[in-house]
């Protein structure tokens, strides 16, 4: 893998505008998001989950969690997925972005930082480890042994930087 010689990312709050249909039917505007996109929000994460309009006071939905958010990350059909957790505990949970309803759970023990690729794959760093898991899947297909894979981050191209032991891979 490629090093790059910097990056610091801490994920304790999302933003994103969210579609109503798929992305693949979606045709662009001008002004670069897609017919069906409703406003951007912002996810913010503590012991609460909570939405907020951009520019807004007070949460449009909020939860009540029983860990704190340690990530969050958008998968491409519009669900926000939250690693919470700790050392002897952990989950990645998934909800309806637009409710906050939870859908489903992932047992992941220990996630620290969550990314999804263009293809909608979901990689889920454990400071030790990245597992991989398929779109919509729950169970892991493969998974990267890195030393000390702390900070995932993935670019509008589909390039994911793996923040490991003082050095990003890419």
């Known amino acids: ?30 002004d670069g998001r897609h017919a069906g996109e409703r406003e951007p929000v912002l996810y913010v994460g503590g012991m609460m989950l909570s939405e907020y309009r951009l520019g807004g006071l007070q949460p449009v ?37 637009r409710t906050l309803t939870k859908l489903a759970e992932i047992d992941a023990e220990n996630s620290q930082s969550l990314a999804f690729d263009r293809n909608g794959y979901l990689y889920d760093a454990n400071c030790s480890v990245v597992s991989i898991y398929p779109p919509h899947g729950h169970k892991t297909i493969e998974t990267l042994r890195r030393n000390v894979a702390c900070v995932l981050l993935s670019s509008s191209s589909g390039t994911l930087f793996v923040g490991s032991n003082g050095s990003i891979d890419v």
């Open 61 to 97: 939905h909020s939860v009540e969690l029983s860990a704190g958010v340690d990530s969050m990350a958008l998968d491409p059909r519009g669900n926000l997925y939250v690693a919470q957790g700790g050392i002897d505990y952990g989950g990645v949970f998934i909800y309806n972005a």
């Open 1 to 30: 893998m490629k090093q790059a010689p910097y990056l610091l990312f801490l994920a304790l709050a999302s933003c994103s505008a969210l579609p109503t249909t798929p992305m693949s039917s979606q045709p662009s505007l001008a």
